[in-house]
């Protein structure tokens, strides 16, 4: 059975103090679950989330990283910087990457080398725009998407690889992608990866589902046999709200 993911990518939400509440609410309110949660809050209060998540099940991620290993790169972080304080998983591609600071393909390709390299798990985000879904093209979008990012892997990087389908439509506007769209773009997902690598590889990636998750539609979403997990954003700065999507799996 694939791993069953349920992470929160905070965005640019939450203070010091405010993640600490955060973190200790769901701590306390955290249900019995065999999935994965994971947290990933601002870079400056990943520090403060291990160190409060110690004794926890609960994991915490990177919203971003640079691909060099240190250098002049004003305002970057590097993989070595989030090791060292224990963080190992990290969320690459994030569309709101893509579309406000300009980040392509071939730099999600550079950063998910380095996450390889550097034993990190990372959890490569994409998926089309409403008008790429209108025009029909939203399967060619993903494939060239996930072909630019991850084709030239080994095979057995996939081991380190998390995939989180966003569609940009769906990001943060409350329309959610049907669970039956879901479906139908994680199944072509798989199949893309089995005809490039292998059925085993296709079938053993965790697919997660991103965009407008809420704890209305987390249950149906989930249902789906390629849907293993999701990726929440607005609904996991909630504790109910994120906590319910937890239960939904
Ligand atoms: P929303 O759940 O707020 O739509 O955000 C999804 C997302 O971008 C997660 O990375």
Not at 15 to 21: A, K
Not at 220 to 235: H, N, Y
Request: aromatic letters at 6%; hydrophobic letters at 45%.
């Amino acid at each position: 059975m694939r791993t069953q993911i349920v992470a929160g990518n905070w965005k640019m939400n939450k203070t010091l103090d405010e993640t600490e509440t955060l973190l200790s609410e769901l701590s306390a309110k955290l249900p019995n679950t065999e999935a994965q949660v994971i947290v990933a809050p601002t870079f400056v209060n990943l520090a403060l989330a291990k160190n409060s998540l110690e004794s926890s099940t609960i994991q915490v991620a990177a919203q971003n990283m640079h691909f060099a290993e240190n250098g002049a790169f004003t305002g970057e972080i590097s993989a070595e910087m989030l090791q060292n304080i224990g963080v190992d998983t990290v969320i690459l591609g994030h569309s709101e990457r893509r579309s406000h600071f300009g980040e392509e393909d071939d730099l999600l390709a550079k950063k998910v080398d380095t996450a390889i390299k550097k034993g990190m798990t990372a959890i490569i985000c994409f998926g089309e725009e409403l008008g790429d879904r209108k025009s029909g093209n939203h399967f060619s979008v993903v494939e060239r998407q996930l072909k630019n990012a991850l084709f030239h892997l080994e095979p057995k990087a996939w081991a380190q690889i998390v995939l989180a389908y966003e569609p940009v439509w769906a990001i943060g506007t409350g329309e959610t992608a049907s669970p039956e769209q879901a479906q139908e773009m994680h199944a072509f997902i798989r199949k893309t990866i089995a005809d490039a690598f292998t059925p085993s590889i296709a079938n053993t990636v965790p697919i997660l589902y991103g965009g407008s998750v809420k704890p209305a539609n987390a249950a149906d979403i989930f249902s789906k046999p390629d849907v293993d997990g999701g990726l929440i954003g607005g609904a996991s700065l909630k504790v109910d709200d994120f906590v319910a999507i937890i239960k939904a799996i």
